[in-house]
């Protein structure tokens, strides 16, 4: 039979914590995002203001998805450490 003393810590459940609340989502939708991106095999033709460049499509949805993803980590960044100040 368990004991429970003062010593004793109470464990929350894994899919309980706040971390990985936020977390799980953010896995999952990148996990069904590069699927859909490496299962675009064909060769695609991007105008890049002048040249026109031809490359794999899934290239192209990786940089887009990429350039997605250091977005969100900047505006994350940002929000977080505006947070911190009004707080002071």
Do not use: Y
């Not at 977390?23 to 999952?28: E, I």
């Not at 192209?60 to 977005?71: E, F, P, R």
């Amino acid at each position: 039979m368990t004991q429970t003393g003062p010593d004793h810590k109470a464990r929350t459940p894994f899919f309980s914590r706040p971390g990985v609340r936020r977390f799980l989502p953010f896995v999952l939708i990148s996990a069904v995002a590069l699927i859909f991106i490496f299962e675009n095999r064909s060769d695609v033709e991007i105008r890049l203001l002048v040249p026109i460049v031809t490359m794999p499509l899934w290239g192209a949805l990786l940089i887009a998805w990429a350039l997605g993803m250091l977005a969100c980590v900047f505006t994350v960044r940002r929000r977080s450490s505006r947070h911190a100040r009004q707080m002071k």
